[in-house]
């Protein structure tokens, strides 16, 4: 394919114009993944870090026109773009001044579209997937909360009428029985953010759930260190995981899995570098327990880890060190198409390849005289450097997961899959 001229057109709406009504759609359960790389409802949720950062808005779509409106304060609209584009493609958005604090709402036209949050600022960066549809209940792993950190949980109610969840959070000493965090109200069309560094103080690990009783609310994680800051969505439970990378920046993170189920589960995890099986670790997880595995255990020079366990877990990785801070969620199933955000300003991005398969993967990152090609043997790991700050189409002959990190000011984000052309 060949990347058409992005058409961008924008219009900036004042306080008290009214809301365009959005498609309502029936929340599934935790447990259930959406159909991969299709938009439920024609409509993405972005939470956004709410950092104070320039902040670049990353719009990926197929073969569609799509329009954007972003949240920050109650019932106000602050900002709204128009992407149009004839074929598979990925526009940005970079909104004047310090906009999309809040959150984003984007009504598209086709079923195969995704899109990324991205906050960038002189010295850090952080980027997160927007959510393809609501759910009634949402797990999230928050990592550590250390002398020094700060871990909120942010909430955004995209729709005109109020909405209500109870927040459980679990903690190394099991359940926290904070009844602050019950039925919590989140006004319509505004985010929210719950210190949970104040309500917890020090922790070693915090794992939040997220249910929702009233209306519609999007969770997203926001952990800062004096490293830097990092957001992720909530994760779904799987059977089976895949990290395309596992260091970032040369910043080795750790693997954590939650079992959200009350027995006992089995998780193996297997390391993965450019040439094949780094190392393997074999771990059993108590009912509603967890366990955090630093990627080093799973070879020197680790690539990527594949996460298999005996029922569906939940896998996120979340790296920290004095060169920056990263976290996300994992992958739960390989394709052959994916859609990259790429970073809000110029400058190298690394795309993050894993080929679980059992047959090469020729693989394509980009169009044009900007097209690179890479061949990744079966089971293993690699990864390709692009200027890529409009974001990139990542083309396979057979599955393979990707992420993608940014250089410099560390951020790790998944990418958007689009599944079979």
């Known amino acids: 394919m060949i990347y058409r001229a992005v058409l961008i057109a924008v219009v900036v709406i004042v306080s008290g114009i009214a809301w365009v009504s959005l498609p309502v759609a029936a929340p599934v359960d935790d447990e259930v993944p959406p159909t991969l790389g299709t938009v439920q409802s024609g409509v993405l949720y972005c939470v956004g870090s709410g950092v104070e950062a320039a902040t670049a808005f990353q719009a990926l779509a197929g073969t569609a026109a799509t329009s954007l409106i972003s949240l920050l304060d109650s019932n106000v609209i602050v900002d ?25 709402v984007i009504e598209v036209s086709s079923p195969q579209a995704g899109a990324a949050w991205i906050s960038e600022g002189p010295t850090r960066a952080t980027a997160t997937t927007c959510y393809p549809e609501a759910r009634r209940t949402w797990s999230l792993y928050g990592g550590a909360i250390g002398a020094q950190d700060r871990l909120v949980l942010r909430l955004m109610n995209p729709l005109l009428s109020s909405a209500k969840a109870d927040i459980r959070v679990s903690t190394e000493f099991g359940p926290e029985p904070i009844t602050d965090l019950e039925a919590i109200g989140v006004a319509p069309r505004d985010v929210i953010e719950i210190p949970l560094h104040e309500v917890l103080g020090q922790r070693v690990m915090v794992k939040v759930e997220v249910e929702v009783n009233e209306g519609r609310l999007l969770p997203a994680i926001v952990s800062t260190t004096p490293n830097g800051i990092a957001t992720w969505p909530a994760g779904h439970a799987a059977p089976e995981w895949y990290l395309p990378t596992v260091r970032v920046g040369g910043v080795v993170g750790d693997i954590v899995v939650t079992n959200p189920r009350r027995e006992q589960v089995e998780v193996e995890f297997t390391g993965i570098d450019s040439s094949g099986v780094s190392g393997e670790v074999t771990e059993l997880l108590e009912p509603n327990g967890h366990t955090v595995l630093p990627s080093s255990a799973l070879g020197a020079v680790v690539l990527a880890a594949r996460i298999s366990s005996s029922s569906p877990v939940i896998v996120s990785l979340v790296g920290d060190s004095e060169s920056g801070r990263f976290g996300d969620v994992a ?19 690394d795309v993050w390849i894993f080929n679980p398969s059992g047959t090469e993967a020729q693989v394509s990152v980009g169009e044009g005289a900007a097209r690179r090609s890479v ?19 990542v083309v396979s002959d057979v599955p393979i997961a990707v992420s993608w990190s940014t250089q410099g000011r560390l951020s790790l984000s998944g990418a958007w899959p689009f599944g079979e052309e």
Do not use: C, I, Y
């Open 331 to 349: 992958v739960a199933e390989p394709v052959e198409r994916w859609m990259v955000a790429g970073p809000a300003r110029a400058g190298a991005v």
């Open 375 to 393: 061949r990744v043997s079966p089971g293993t790991a690699a990864h390709v450097t692009t200027e890529a700050p409009d974001g990139v189409l």
């Open 80 to 104: 709204t773009a128009e992407f149009s584009q004839e074929n598979a493609a990925t526009a940005s958005f970079t909104p004047a001044g310090q906009l999309f604090g809040g959150g984003a």
